[in-house]
């Protein structure tokens, strides 16, 4: 998650996985936020537009961030650090948390495409609940406008699965959502759904011993 400094287009900072899996579903998300009107039906606790992507009815993230520091590596490529605050909603329960975040992004400037560009990063995030802690792997894309400097992309990022207290439904979750930037409030708002057509998170079931042979402890 990041904001654009609308006093210079080359100060970036950032927010929310690289792989070509990731960004085809980017792809696949983006057709679905078309202007072209596009049909979708909500079955229980999913919603499924016409290209066939299962989201959860109601955002499971909404957070306001700011960036706290934007450094140069070269011409096309800056690090970012940010802050951020807002609440979590758990898909089956619609239970709040209230978070707060921190953390680091990697931007780049899209080749071809002086008003494009994307980031990926690591965020951490702290329940002000339980003192729980997770944090999230991302990859966004954004567009501005030159004019003024308002921005709207796309987001994808996944949970890690260490969360012990409230934010345990949240581990190995993975979602999509938008990033809308308003340079009159130096901030960018995030907003991620559940991905629900997914291939659910499968339990560890190595054994202690089987751990070892792994390891080369015991043969």
Known sequence: MYYLDKNNNNQVIASALTTVIIFTLAIIFAS????????????????????????????????????????AINETHRVAT????GTMTVPDTGETINMTNNGTAFISFVPGYADTVSAYGREYVFSEDDNDTTAITFNEIIR?????????????????NNATGSLVPFNGMMVVGTHEEDPSTQAATIRLW???????LQPVTTTIEEALVLQGIQQ
Request: proline letters at 7%; glycine letters at 10%.
């Open 194 to 200: 559940e991905w629900q057509g997914g291939i659910p």
């Open 32 to 71: 679905s936020m078309s202007t072209t009107p596009v049909s979708a039906s909500t079955t229980g606790n999913t919603t499924t537009s016409s290209s066939g992507l299962e989201l959860s009815p109601q955002p499971i993230w909404d957070e306001q961030a700011t960036s706290t520091s934007v450094t």
């Open 82 to 85: 940010f802050i951020g605050n």
């Open 144 to 160: 501005y406008d030159p004019a003024t400097f308002e921005g709207k992309g796309l987001v994808i990022a996944v949970f890690d």
